[in-house]
C-alpha cells in the first residue's frame, strides 16, 4: 500500500467510463439511469457471477462503484499498483475534506474507486448519484422490513387471541384487552406479549 | 452505547462470537453487536468512517489503517490480539500429491522446494490465492515460497480470493493453491480437492495471526468501557482455548449467522483437535490458538515484524515510520486488563522470534508463561532491536 500517487495528471477517456459491480439488478438499472443524466458517463455492468477484478482489468475503467456486500472488493485493493496486467493502478475514492459524504457511502453500502490522479470534481459527481440511489433503496428494504415486521406481529396478537378466547370463553375484544393489560403491567409490547403466549401455547401449558 | 464490533467467517473469530454468545460482554455490562462482513476491505472501511467500532482484523491491515494509509480519517489501535497459527497453504490435488505431506510441518521448506521444482518442470506459472494483499496469509505464503528458493514477485501469480470462495475457485481451476484461515483448507480436502502442505506453524511456529482493533478516537473516550472489553476479549480467549469447550464452541460458530458450516470442520482447527483426530491423519487445518503462549499479548515486535515484511514485499514506501507505527499496538492498555483478572503480563514488550526449538519460559509477572517454539521455516532469526 503506497502513499499518495506520484503523477497527479492522468488521461480519462473524454466520456469517463465507470464499471458498476452491484449484483441488485433493480439497483444497478437505476444507477445506470442516473449517470446517464450526468451526460459524460459511459457504463458498464458487472456481469452477474463475473469477478471485479477481471472486469476492471478487460474494462480498464476511470471509475469503478461497487456494492459493499460483494466478497470480491478485496480483490481491488490489489489494483493500487500498476504492472503489466494492471497499467492505471487505482485507488478508493476519498475525498478527504467531506467526511459526513464518506460515511453516507459507506453506510449506504457503495463504495467507489478511480484510476490514479483522476481529479475529485471528476469523479465526485458520479459517486454522489450512486450514493443517492444507494440510499434510496435501502430506504424502500428497511421500510419493506418494517412493514413485514408489523404485519407479522398483527398476525401473531390475532393467533394469540383465540385460544384466549377459547379458554376464558372471551369475546374477541377482551382478549385483546387481556393482552394489552398485560403488555401494560409488563411494560412489554403487545406483540411480544402475543408471540409469548404462542410460544408456551406450543409447549402444551395454558395461558 | 452499543459497540459495532466485525468480523469474517473464520474460526479465529471464535473469541468474539463466544463473548458475545456466552454473556462475557455482558457480563462486564457493556454492549455490543456484532456484524459478520463479507470482506475484509469492508471491515477497513467502516472501521475507517466510524461504521464499526472495532473487531477482529488482519494485522497488516490493522497497521495499514492505523497509519491512515487507505485515506480514511479514523485512526486505530490493537489494545490485544486474537490468535496465534491458524492459516494453511494449500495446494490443488494435481501438485499436492507429488509434493511430501508431513504431519508435524518439519518438511514445510522440502514442500516448498518440491513445489518450486514441479511447477519449473511442468512449465505453469502456478496462480496462488491469499485473503487480502495486506494479510497475514500473503506474507506467510511468501516468506515459505521464498525459503525454498522461489521468486514470489516473478515465478508466481497472487489473486485475491475471498476465503470462503477460495474452494469454488479451485475446484473451477481458476487458482492452483490458496493460502487461508481455516476451516478452507479442510473444506477443500473433504472435497477432494486439494491438501495442505504447509500449516502456518510450519512455516512459523506460534506465528501471530489475527488482532483485535479499535478506533483510537473511541478508545480515549471510553477507556472503562474498552478495558470490560479486553477483560471480557481475554474470558472468551480463555473459554475457547480449552480442548473440553471446542464441541460447544464450535455448535455455536457453525450457525448460519457466523460461519453457516458443519461443526466437525470447525472443529478441526480448535484446541484439541489432535486429540479428537486419529494420529495417522493428514492435518488440512492449522489449530488456531486463543490464549496459551502469550496469544492474546500485542507483542510490539511483531507489529515490527509485519512492518518489515509489507516493506519488503513493496507494500509500504520509505516513507513509513515503522518506530510510529509499532505504536499502533498498545501492550500497555492489555496489561490493565490482564491484571484485573490476574491473569500474567510479558515483562517486555518486545521479544526475538527463531531462536528456539523446544518449551521455554516467558518472563512475565506475576509468574512466567509457558511458551512452545517459535522456530521459522528457514532457520532465521528476526531481532526487533
Redesign the interface.
Known amino acids: 500500500?503506497?502513499?499518495a500517487a506520484k503523477t497527479v495528471h492522468v488521461s480519462l477517456s473524454i466520456n469517463l467510463k465507470v464499471l458498476l459491480a452491484d449484483s441488485n439488478s433493480e439497483r444497478a438499472a437505476a444507477v445506470e439511469n442516473s449517470l446517464s443524466d450526468l451526460g459524460n458517463a459511459l457504463i458498464v455492468r458487472v456481469p452477474p457471477g463475473s469477478s471485479i477484478?477481471d472486469a476492471v482489468i478487460a474494462e480498464a475503467p476511470d471509475v469503478i462503484i461497487v456494492d459493499?456486500?460483494?466478497?470480491?472488493?478485496?480483490?481491488?485493493?490489489?489494483l493500487r499498483?500498476a504492472n503489466a496486467v494492471n497499467p492505471r493502478p487505482i485507488?478508493?475514492f476519498?475525498d478527504?475534506d467531506d467526511?459526513s459524504f464518506?460515511?453516507e457511502a459507506?453506510?449506504a453500502g457503495v463504495?467507489s474507486y478511480n484510476v490514479v490522479g483522476a481529479a475529485l470534481p471528476d469523479v465526485k459527481p458520479m459517486v454522489m448519484a450512486a450514493v443517492a440511489i444507494f440510499r434510496k433503496h435501502q430506504h424502500v428494504a428497511a421500510d419493506l422490513a418494517k412493514a413485514n415486521t408489523s404485519l407479522r406481529e398483527r398476525e401473531a396478537v390475532d393467533q394469540a387471541k383465540a385460544p384466549l378466547m377459547r379458554r376464558h370463553k372471551f369475546g374477541e375484544p377482551e382478549a385483546y384487552r387481556w393482552l394489552r393489560r398485560r403488555a401494560m403491567n409488563e411494560n412489554k409490547r403487545i406483540a411480544a406479549v402475543a408471540a409469548e403466549l404462542l410460544a408456551k401455547n406450543s409447549e402444551g401449558s395454558e395461558p | 452505547m452499543t459497540f459495532q464490533l466485525g468480523l469474517l467467517r473464520l474460526t479465529d473469530s471464535a473469541p468474539l462470537i463466544i463473548a458475545k454468545e456466552l454473556d462475557f460482554f455482558a457480563g462486564e455490562k457493556i454492549e455490543v453487536s456484532l456484524s459478520v462482513e463479507p470482506s475484509w476491505a469492508n471491515m477497513a472501511d467502516k472501521l475507517g468512517y466510524g461504521l464499526l467500532d472495532g473487531g477482529v482484523m488482519l494485522p497488516p491491515l490493522a497497521l495499514a489503517v492505523g497509519m491512515g494509509l487507505r485515506g480514511a480519517p479514523e485512526r486505530l489501535i490493537v489494545p490485544s490480539s486474537v490468535s496465534l497459527n491458524g492459516n494453511a497453504v494449500t495446494l490443488a490435488a494435481p501438485w499436492a500429491d507429488d509434493l511430501p505431506l508431513d504431519r508435524t510441518g518439519a518438511t514445510s521448506i522440502d514442500a516448498a522446494r518440491r513445489f518450486g521444482t514441479l511447477f519449473r518442470r511442468r512449465a505453469k506459472k502456478p496462480t496462488l490465492a491469499v485473503v487480502h494483499t495486506l494479510s497475514t496469509h500473503n506474507l506467510l505464503l511468501r516468506y515459505w515460497l521464498t525459503a525454498g528458493g522461489i521468486d514470489p514477485d516473478r515465478e508466481v501469480e497472487f489473486v485475491v480470493v475471498p476465503p470462503a470462495e477460495t474452494v469454488t475457485a479451485m475446484r473451477e481451476g481458476r487458482i492452483d493453491g490458496f493460502c487461508a484461515g481455516a476451516p478452507w483448507g479442510e473444506v477443500a480436502a473433504r472435497l477432494g480437492l486439494g491438501r495442505t502442505v504447509a500449516t502456518s506453524h510450519a512455516i512459523w511456529n506460534y506465528c501471530p495471526e489475527k488482532v483485535f482493533t479499535i478506533r483510537r478516537d473511541l478508545a480515549q473516550r471510553r477507556p472503562g468501557e474498552l478495558q470490560a472489553m479486553l477483560r471480557a476479549l481475554l474470558r472468551a480467549a480463555l473459554f475457547c482455548d480449552a480442548p473440553e469447550n471446542a464441541e460447544h464452541c464450535a455448535a455455536i460458530l457453525s450457525r448460519e449467522e457466523y460461519l453457516g458450516l458443519p461443526r466437525d470442520i470447525i472443529l478441526t482447527s480448535l484446541p484439541g483437535t489432535t486429540l479428537r483426530r486419529p494420529s495417522t491423519s493428514h492435518a488440512n487445518s492449522d489449530v488456531s490458538v486463543f490464549f496459551a503462549n502469550a496469544a492474546t499479548f500485542p507483542w510490539r515486535s511483531h507489529a515490527l515484524w509485519f512492518l518489515r515484511q509489507m516493506r519488503r514485499w513493496g507494500h509500504l514506501d520509505d516513507t513509513t515510520d515503522s518506530r510510529a507505527a509499532v505504536g499502533i499496538y498498545r501492550p500497555d492498555l492489555y496489561a490493565e486488563a490482564a491484571n484485573a483478572l490476574g491473569l500474567p503480563v510479558p515483562s517486555s514488550d518486545m521479544k526475538t522470534e527463531g531462536e528456539r526449538d523446544h518449551p521455554w519460559l516467558l518472563p512475565a509477572v506475576p509468574s512466567p508463561i509457558p511458551m512452545g517454539p517459535d522456530r521459522f521455516c528457514d532457520g532465521t532469526r528476526f531481532d526487533p532491536k
Open positions: 500500500m503506497s502513499g477484478y459493499m456486500a460483494r466478497p470480491d472488493r478485496d480483490a481491488i485493493d490489489d499498483r485507488v478508493m476519498v478527504g467526511r464518506m460515511e459507506v453506510a463504495c
